[in-house]
């Protein structure tokens, strides 16, 4: 019933249209009108703020991936409500258990203690922003921003606390927002918006942003629990570059999203995990296998161990994706057999005794891409300079990396909460590797064939398009 009310605020329809055209920033456009109606819905049905964001995220990536099955336009919205449905039954399933728990009990399991303080800081200073820009306009049309922005208060309900007509209301805010729009662009030129999780393939992302005094350009790094979550953000236009797996950045620019390969995020680093105890002790007897997600470096590795393996994969071997933070979790309550995702989280598996090391990602593709830095295309273009210190900011803290190994863990400690010792074991024994950075054609073509073999990319990417060294 809530999304009957979407025909009131603005007609979807020509942003769809657009997508389908080739508009990449159009479905930035069908997320802000769908999104609070969506929250609403998942938060009423999942209870959590977190798995709710989670669910909402989830369900518009879909949403986009799928556009073109769509065949009717009208019928968006009830066909978006049932793949937000679907998204949120999955949820609901895998995090069962986690249910119980409050926001604040979610965040402490995966990070470990209080909200880093740097989050804070930059929550602050965007709130900050708001103020000064909402400051920046005149008495009535700052009220009716504030009303209407902050509050969340309809046309009607502004216009009654006001006292003028709802026409004059609607004016008033169409001409702010020009304002605001401005503001926030002088605000943020010299901004680079980046979104990471919290895994060691992501090391560079926390060292950088640690390490860099904020002078020439400010960094704003935003933590995800999962990727649908940051994939989102990121095409939604409200991240400027993230941390991605290779293999999902080039089907998403198979799909017509505007993004760039600038950087390499690190070389192996990922593990399959086997429970400790019990009667799974082979490859061959893994039922159901934990994975970050549905297009992945480990779905491509996965499919070339069991190609190699002595005896025949397993047939019956059905995927379940999960969050990195979650997935020790769901080993511990046999909701999945072993899991194969990127450190630290089989590390610090191992070091809690619920499993053990079956496989390394190296053993099988040595030095193999994973995660990769990809930009929006329209950043790249305009903001060529910001972009090229913040390259040369991550190249940096690479090399901070190999010289100061129980540093750089400590870093890590600090961003994700799992403990110095761990992320400083893994890296000293994983081989995960943060040299040798810079967009290599053969190693990306590599995994791009071994991507359509497995049938994870249906198409070659363009890579003429997809990478760009002009930062460098």
């Known amino acids: 019933m809530i999304f009957n009310k979407i025909n009131y605020m603005a007609d979807y329809r020509p942003y769809l249209r657009a997508c389908l055209s080739g508009d990449k920033n159009a479905f930035a456009e069908v ?54 449905r679907t998204c949120i039954g ?20 995966v990070a470990g203690g209080p909200s880093d303080p740097e989050q804070t800081l930059i929550r602050c200073q965007s709130k900050s922003q708001v103020e000064m820009a909402l400051a920046s306009l005149e008495g009535v049309m700052r009220e009716a921003c504030v009303l209407r922005y902050l509050h969340d ?62 002078a020439d350009f400010e960094i704003r790094l ?36 505007p993004l760039v390969y600038v950087l390499d995020g690190h070389h192996n680093g990922s593990a399959i995990t086997l429970p400790r105890e019990g009667s799974i002790k082979t490859l061959e007897a893994v039922k159901r296998m934990g994975l970050p997600y549905t297009i992945s470096t480990q779905r491509i590795i996965l499919a070339s161990l069991l190609e190699t393996a002595p005896e025949p ?7 379940k994706y999960i969050s990195p933070s979650y997935i ?27 499993g053990r090391l079956y496989a390394r990602s190296r053993d099988v593709y040595p030095g193999h891409m994973c995660c990769i830095l990809v930009v929006r295309e329209e950043f790249a273009a ?26 750089a863990a400590e870093i890590q400690s600090r961003y994700t909460g799992v403990p110095a010792d761990i992320a400083a074991w893994v890296l000293e024994n994983s081989g995960v590797s943060f040299n040798d950075l810079e967009p290599d054609r053969g190693r990306v073509e590599r995994l791009m064939t071994l991507a359509c073999r497995t049938g994870l990319l249906d198409q070659p990417c363009d ?5 760009h060294t002009a930062s460098f």
């Open 463 to 467: 890579l003429d398009a997809f990478i």
């Open 328 to 354: 020790i979790k769901s080993l511990v309550s046999n909701r999945i057999d072993a899991f194969f995702c990127a450190e630290p989280w089989n590390a610090k598996s191992v070091f809690e005794g619920s």
């Open 382 to 407: 305009h903001q060529a300079e910001i972009l090229s210190l913040y390259l040369k900011a991550l190249l940096n803290a690479g090399r901070y990396i190999a010289g100061h190994p129980e540093k």
């Open 31 to 84: 997320v802000k009108l769908f999104q609070a109606m969506a929250l609403t819905i998942s938060r009423r049905r999942l209870g959590r703020i977190g798995l709710a964001e989670d669910a909402v995220q989830e369900a518009f990536l879909t949403a986009y991936l799928q556009l073109p099955q769509l065949r009717e336009l009208e019928a968006f919205p009830a066909w978006f409500k049932s793949i937000l």
């Open 90 to 109: 999955r949820l609901k399933r895998e995090y069962k258990p986690y249910l119980c728990l409050s926001d604040v009990d979610e965040a402490s399991l």
């Open 222 to 257: 935003q933590k995800f629990l999962s990727w649908p979550g940051l994939v989102t953000s990121l095409l939604g236009g409200r991240l400027d570059a993230a941390f991605v797996m290779a293999p999902l950045a080039m089907h998403l620019r198979n799909k017509g999203a």
């Open 313 to 319: 994969g397993p047939s019956t071997m059905t995927a």
């Open 153 to 214: 208060l309809s046309y009607q309900e502004i216009a009654s606390i006001l006292g003028a007509p709802v026409g004059t209301v609607k004016r008033r805010l169409h001409g702010a927002r020009d304002r605001l729009a401005q503001s926030f662009a002088r605000a943020s030129r010299s901004i680079i918006r980046v979104g990471h999780l919290p895994i060691t393939d992501h090391l560079l992302a926390m060292v950088s942003h640690h390490r860099h005094d904020q």
